[in-house]
């Protein structure tokens, strides 16, 4: 049997997919923010329980607060835009291998990550990096420096 379909069908017909797909792609992006964000989180709280004791020496060497935040943070700032420049080439070969597996001939998937998009991974990296580091402020701040140089290792 013939079906003939008009643009606004067709249209309406992907506005309609859209919406079905739109609560999973939202799960997608929440799960993927709070999995980012206890890896940052992670991977920064363990650096500085790593070097505890270098910290302890440079507070007991008259660091200021500011310059160990600005020591510790700084490197993570580094490491998440080391990790975004390693991430770019592989999301965008990642993105071209998902869309060329779902594509059909009865359904187009856009081929191109918009800008957007890309910038604002990045712009949510960099929140994520800056809340992280506002989060390990209090674990600096209590470093025992007596008892953590005495420790042995």
């Given at each position: ?84 420049v390693i991430a770019l080439p592989i999301s965008f070969y990642s993105f071209s291998l998902v869309v060329n597996a779902l594509r059909s001939s ?24 800056t809340l992280a580091n506002q989060l390990l402020k209090r674990p600096i701040k209590r470093i025992n420096m007596a008892e953590t140089i005495k420790?042995?290792?």
């Amino acid at each position: 049997m013939l079906q003939i379909s008009t643009k606004d069908d067709i249209k309406q017909n992907i506005n309609n997919l859209m919406k079905q797909n739109n609560p999973i792609f939202s799960l997608f992006l929440i799960v993927a923010v709070i999995l980012s964000f206890g890896a940052i989180y992670t991977v920064s709280s363990i650096n500085i329980q790593e070097r505890m004791r270098e910290l302890a020496t440079l507070k007991v060497l008259g660091y200021s607060k500011n310059k160990l935040y600005r020591l510790i943070f700084d490197e993570n700032y580094l490491i998440t835009l080391i990790a975004i420049v390693i991430a770019l080439p592989i999301s965008f070969y990642s993105f071209s291998l998902v869309v060329n597996a779902l594509r059909s001939s009865g359904q187009m998937i856009p081929n191109q990550l918009p800008v957007l998009i890309v910038i604002g991974g990045i712009l949510i990296s960099l929140v994520l990096t800056t809340l992280a580091n506002q989060l390990l402020k209090r674990p600096i701040k209590r470093i025992n420096m007596a008892e953590t140089i005495k420790e042995f290792e």
